[in-house]
């Protein structure tokens, strides 16, 4: 599971989300991981219960490890290692 951190509709939070939504054209990505955006002006409790201090940032929760990503989500290629996708 995947899930975008946003504040509102910045420029930065529509680069990520739009980058994440280019990720997730390809298949092997698509087929591994469901994804969701979470607007923290909506949910201030989910940012501190998940201990956010900065966004936006994609949090994969499953499959383990857990892992954070800071950023707008540009560069595929780091993107996908750290989701464990070569």
């Not at 939070?13 to 092997?28: H, Q, T, V």
């Not at 607007?39 to 998940?50: G, K, M, R, S, T």
Request: glycine share 4%; hydrophobic share 45%; proline share 6%.
């Amino acid at each position: 599971m995947l899930s975008l951190h946003v504040i509102g509709r910045t420029l930065l939070a529509e680069r990520a989300i739009d980058n994440l939504g280019r990720l997730f054209e390809r298949s092997d990505v698509r087929s591994r991981f469901d994804w969701e955006i979470i607007d923290i002006l909506e949910n201030p409790a989910i940012a501190e219960q998940a201990c956010i201090l900065a966004t936006p940032v994609l949090i994969k929760t499953t499959p383990p490890p857990k892992r954070s990503i800071f950023g707008d989500l540009s560069d595929t290629d780091a993107l996908l290692e750290e989701l464990g996708i070569f």
